[in-house]
């Protein structure tokens, strides 16, 4: 059975950092490409941040969107079925239910982050930014 599960999300001031992980399970993450997505409250879902798969051309190639570049960094670990969402220097605007995802076919992560390429998802868990 497929599974991502998340955690280290909570209630952090802003300026601090906070760090997702994501372990995974029931699939082999090396072919894999990986993401995380976000929705706020009142917002539509928005893609974060994603990797290439292992396997594929651009192994390693990573993106962000412009609001949480140079914050935000994905990272993962194949042989730990784990994949990280460093944050930081957070904002209040970050606040939101924060997604792990994993997509197959050798994905290549482009320039943009679309749920469309996604194939298997986590729960999401809150992060909330606040003073």
């Known amino acids: 059975q497929v599974q991502l599960v998340e955690s280290g999300g909570g209630l952090v001031q802003p300026g601090r950092s906070l760090r997702l992980s994501c372990t995974t399970s029931?699939?082999?993450?090396?072919?894999?490409?990986i993401g995380w997505f976000r929705q706020a409250p009142g917002k539509e879902r928005e893609g974060v941040s994603c990797?290439?798969?292992?396997?594929?051309?651009?192994?390693?190639?990573?993106y962000a969107i412009d609001s949480v570049k140079g914050r935000f960094t994905i990272s993962r670990d194949n042989a730990k079925n784990t994949v990280w969402l460093q944050m930081n220097s957070l904002k209040p605007e970050d606040t939101a239910v924060y997604y792990c995802?994993?997509?197959?076919?050798?994905?290549?992560?482009?320039?943009?982050?679309?749920?469309?390429?996604?194939?298997?998802w986590g729960q999401g868990i809150q992060v909330t930014v606040s003073s």
């Open positions: 029931g699939f082999t993450l090396d072919y894999y490409g």
């Open positions: 990797m290439s798969s292992s396997i594929s051309s651009s192994d390693g190639h990573t």
């Open positions: 995802a994993a997509a197959g076919g050798g994905y290549y992560c482009p320039a943009y982050v679309s749920a469309a390429e996604f194939d298997y």
